[in-house]
């Protein structure tokens, strides 16, 4: 079975091929960071008009490159929330009307899921039952993955994600867009002890997050360090993005190992922009390694949005049984990933 998916859900358009007995059969992926850059963050009217002009050039790319006609294609996978709405109405609309063109079923796939499932393309990858880290610019939480669709919600962000407080701070500081890259690079250079900066909501109990606040010891630190002309220096500017860097680390770890002792795992998946942060990586691979527990983690092209996890995930899906009945075109902005269930048959 080869199912076609595509990915819109923010500022990457991406689609792949995945057969579920060879694999992925070829991917590609647009991004849109250079369009926003300009503006300090995502446009969602720019975004979904630029997923118009790349969808269906890159669709038409991906199936030459591999060799692949749409009567090869046996379902279309989608990207159907969370996510821009007007992003995911470009891919909901194109996989709909390609689906039924090509006499095929279409299925809505929760941009989420395709995250979490995103280490298992790997071969070697992990096996249900796990915990799992789903870490980005738009979320944030911890969930005990039972098997496919039964997801067991452990702790979440009260309010920013990681990666939305990863932007702010860069944007704050004149990094630009996307911020977590570029303070991930600026903190290499910082002094790793000049700054300490607070471990959120890690002196109680729970596994809920937060970060805004690291945002605003940030700010307030910059002002603490500006000069008479208001400047920061290179060094303050490095040891600053190194501090923050390292508390948000050192939260998600502590966060993580609490997880484990809570639930009794002992494999951790990881997945999300922010999965691909070498000094997260690290911390965990430590801090867990010590308590017996395997780290996995996708390939950094599937750390970002792309249509190689909304294919894989639509994939399982459909093998299972699960396909979508109506030819409505409908998405869903906030689609909380505890409301998902195990593939049904019939849905829709």
Same mark, same amino acid.
Not at 72 to 101: E, K, M, Q
């Given at each position: 079975?080869?199912?076609?998916?595509?990915?819109?859900?923010?500022? =990457?358009?991406?689609?792949?091929?995945?057969?579920?007995?060879?694999?992925?059969?070829?991917?590609?992926?647009?991004?849109?960071?250079?369009?926003?850059?300009?503006?300090?963050?995502?446009?969602?009217?720019?975004?979904?008009?630029?997923?118009?002009?790349?969808?269906?050039?890159?669709?038409?790319?991906?199936?030459?490159?591999?060799?692949?006609?749409?009567?090869?294609?046996?379902?279309?996978?989608?990207?159907?929330?969370?996510?821009?709405?007007? @992003?995911?109405?470009?891919?909901?609309?194109?996989?709909?009307?390609?689906?039924?063109?090509?006499?095929?079923?279409?299925?809505?796939?929760?941009?989420?899921?395709?995250?979490?499932?995103?280490?298992?393309?790997?071969?070697?990858?992990?096996?249900?039952?796990?915990? #799992?880290?789903?870490?980005?610019?738009?979320?944030?939480?911890?969930? =005990? @993955?039972?098997?496919?669709?039964?997801?067991?919600?452990?702790?979440?962000?009260?309010?920013?994600?990681?990666?939305?407080?990863?932007?702010?701070?860069?944007?704050?500081?004149?990094?630009?867009?996307?911020?977590?890259?570029?303070?991930?690079?600026?903190? =290499?250079?910082?002094?790793?002890?000049?700054?300490?900066?607070?471990?959120?909501?890690?002196?109680?109990?729970?596994?809920?997050?937060?970060?805004?606040?690291?945002?605003?010891?940030?700010?307030?630190?910059?002002?603490?360090?500006?000069?008479?002309?208001?400047?920061?220096?290179?060094?303050?500017?490095?040891?600053?993005?190194?501090?923050?860097?390292?508390?948000?680390?050192?939260?998600?770890?502590?966060?993580?190992?609490?997880?484990?002792?809570?639930?009794?795992?002992?494999?951790?998946?990881? @997945?999300?922009?922010?999965? @691909?942060?070498?000094?997260?990586?690290?911390?965990?691979?430590?801090?867990?390694?010590?308590?017996?527990?395997?780290?996995?983690?996708?390939?950094?092209?599937?750390?970002?949005?792309?249509?190689?996890?909304?294919?894989?995930?639509?994939?399982?899906?459909?093998?299972?049984?699960?396909?979508? =009945?109506?030819?409505?075109?409908?998405?869903?902005?906030?689609?909380?990933? #505890?409301?998902?269930?195990?593939?049904?048959?019939?849905?829709?």
């Amino acid at each position: 079975m080869i199912i076609l998916g595509i990915e819109t859900s923010c500022d =990457e358009t991406g689609i792949a091929l995945y057969h579920t007995d060879k694999g992925l059969l070829g991917q590609a992926l647009f991004s849109q960071v250079e369009l926003h850059a300009l503006y300090g963050g995502v446009v969602p009217e720019l975004a979904s008009r630029d997923h118009v002009r790349r969808v269906l050039p890159l669709i038409r790319q991906v199936l030459e490159e591999a060799g692949c006609q749409p009567e090869d294609i046996d379902g279309v996978a989608y990207t159907a929330g969370p996510g821009l709405a007007g @992003a995911l109405l470009v891919g909901a609309s194109t996989a709909r009307a390609l689906a039924f063109g090509w006499g095929v079923p279409a299925l809505p796939v929760h941009h989420m899921e395709g995250h979490l499932l995103a280490p298992l393309l790997e071969e070697g990858g992990p096996q249900f039952p796990f915990v #799992a880290l789903l870490v980005s610019g738009g979320h944030t939480l911890l969930l =005990e @993955a039972k098997s496919l669709g039964q997801y067991i919600p452990l702790g979440e962000s009260v309010d920013d994600a990681a990666g939305e407080a990863f932007d702010k701070v860069a944007k704050m500081m004149g990094l630009g867009y996307p911020g977590g890259p570029r303070i991930a690079a600026l903190a =290499e250079k910082g002094k790793p002890a000049r700054f300490t900066f607070p471990r959120p909501m890690t002196d109680r109990p729970g596994l809920d997050f937060s970060f805004s606040g690291l945002k605003t010891f940030a700010m307030n630190t910059m002002s603490r360090c500006r000069d008479a002309d208001g400047k920061l220096s290179d060094q303050d500017m490095a040891d600053i993005a190194r501090a923050f860097e390292e508390a948000v680390v050192e939260t998600l770890v502590i966060k993580c190992r609490r997880a484990m002792e809570q639930t009794g795992q002992k494999t951790l998946v990881m @997945a999300g922009g922010v999965s @691909a942060n070498k000094r997260l990586r690290a911390r965990l691979a430590q801090a867990l390694g010590e308590k017996n527990v395997r780290v996995f983690y996708p390939r950094q092209e599937y750390c970002t949005d792309n249509g190689a996890m909304i294919a894989f995930a639509g994939a399982l899906r459909m093998a299972a049984g699960e396909h979508a =009945e109506s030819l409505a075109i409908s998405v869903r902005p906030r689609w909380p990933l #505890a409301e998902l269930q195990p593939p049904q048959g019939t849905i829709g």
